[in-house]
């Protein structure tokens, strides 16, 4: 079982920045890839980021490409999302993901944190 709570959300204006943070406890977390979703109000949750348990692969939602940089420190068992130039429309609750595989495509996601929200005001 892996138990994951992230933090960082909060309020910033658009064009600024932002860095999640998702906290990792239970097994061994560098065994596992990792990953951002968000769920803004009345949509579906939808893939944002993910890494692999090395780091050494990313992948992006074509909406934040160039934008978000998701990495880890596998010695902290963290994970982060750095989200920079920052639009109204990347308002949502972000959920930090986990899945019991080395690389995992987006509907392999089965761990997850509680969420944190992020709001861009225009």
């Known amino acids: 079982q892996v138990q994951l709570v992230e933090s960082g959300g909060g309020l910033v204006q658009a064009g600024g920045s932002v860095r999640l943070s998702c906290a990792a406890s239970g097994r061994t977390f560098s065994n596992y890839a990792m990953g951002w979703f968000r769920q803004a109000p009345g949509k579906e949750r939808e893939f944002v980021a993910g890494?692999?348990?090395?780091?050494?692969?990313?992948s992006y939602q074509d909406s934040v490409k160039g934008r978000f940089t998701i990495s880890r420190d596998s010695g902290k068992n963290t994970e982060y999302l750095q989200m920079n130039s920052l639009k109204p429309e990347d308002t949502a609750v972000y959920y930090c993901?986990?899945?019991?595989?080395?690389?995992?495509?987006?509907?392999?996601?089965?761990?997850w944190g509680q969420g944190t929200q992020v709001t861009v005001s225009s």
């Open positions: 993901a986990a899945c019991g595989s080395r690389w995992c495509t987006p509907d392999e996601y089965n761990y």
């Open positions: 890494i692999s348990w090395t780091g050494s692969l990313r």
